[in-house]
């Protein structure tokens, strides 16, 4: 018998669950990337459901941007050395005012990394784990576990692409995430006021907000400890 040679630019997935038919899908090199980039809620929610009490991680603080459903649902793509750990806040603009030089200096003592949670105008929740603390820098800082997520219209978490490392960059104009060709995953201007989020080489990812351009409601930045 004849078998056709599948081209070396597609990918096949077999799958097979107890209550369905087998499956296979053939899906280009450029789609498997991207799939793999992303990491979704829904996905996970297939595995053990038991498993659910134990993915909400105690938060020592009160917040006033993540329900519980947030919290865990970020927990789930966490990596796994800061997994089962309590979460301290350290930076809200409610609490502090907003003011990125604040944002530093709550920062400075830190040695641990940080998730930063942004609500903007238009009521969306997104932002970035990052595996350094935000500080002044006169260049890019992190590694490949730094990932941006948004919760709209449904939770996605973007990470590195492998491209570049540009993660995290800051200085006393703004903080950035992600970079290339001018466009930033998301960007901070000094007042914590004025927000952007482009489509970046960094995590490929989507725009986090409704549009490029926000205007920010509230900012927190956790850290695991």
Known sequence: MKVQQIPLNFQIIYSARPDQEPTVQII???????????????????EDDNNDDDALPVLK?????LENMHVEQLARCLPARVQGYPWRLVYSTQEHGTSLKTLYRKSASLDSPVLLVIKDMDNQIFGAYATHPFKFSDHY???????????????????????????????VTSLELGGGDGRFGL?????????????????????????????????EVWTFE
């Open 187 to 219: 960007w901070l201007d000094a007042d914590l006021y004025h927000g952007r989020s482009n489509c970046c080489s960094t995590f490929n990812n989507d725009i986090l907000s409704k549009k490029e351009d926000f205007v920010v409601q509230d900012v």
């Open 141 to 171: 800082y992190g590694t490949g576990e730094t990932f941006l997520y948004k919760f709209n219209p449904v939770f996605e978490v973007f990470k590195w692409s492998g491209e570049n490392t540009y993660f995290i960059n800051g200085d």
């Open 28 to 46: 280009t090199v450029e789609e498997a990337k991207r799939r793999k980039s992303i990491c979704s809620y829904c996905e996970d929610g297939d």
């Open 61 to 65: 603080n009160q917040s006033v941007l």
